[in-house]
């Protein structure tokens, strides 16, 4: 069992700046994908951003590439995003994935909002 715990939502204006951490436990996080998702009121859950098991890896969505950045602290089993140059249109829960490699074990956080004002 994977329990993530997420933090570091809150209120900022347009151009802003926030970090999202993300704490797994349970299991190291150089077993597990990890990824942010993010569900704005009224839509669907969107893909945001993910980091292989390796470390190696960086994805991220359309909307946020060049403007949000995912990284880990191994030995924290810990993961963060970084998202600059905020708009209105971030506004969202901002949700923690993990996928437990070589199975198709996935586990939640239990969000975090993030408020973007205009």
């Known amino acids: 069992q994977v329990h993530l715990a997420e933090s570091g939502g809150g209120l900022v204006h347009t151009g802003g700046s926030l970090r999202l951490s993300c704490a797994a436990s349970g299991r190291a996080v150089s077993d597990l994908t990890m990824r942010w998702f993010r569900q704005a009121a009224g839509k669907e859950r969107e893909f945001v951003a993910a980091v292989s098991w390796t470390g190696g890896t960086f994805t991220y969505g359309d909307s946020v590439r060049g403007r949000f950045t995912i990284s880990r602290i191994s030995a924290n089993d810990t993961i963060f995003l970084q998202m600059n140059s905020l708009i209105p249109e971030d506004t969202a829960v901002y949700y923690c994935?993990?996928?437990?490699?070589?199975?198709?074990?996935?586990?939640w956080g239990q969000g975090t909002q993030v408020t973007v004002s205009s």
């Open positions: 994935n993990a996928l437990l490699r070589g199975t198709s074990d996935e586990y």
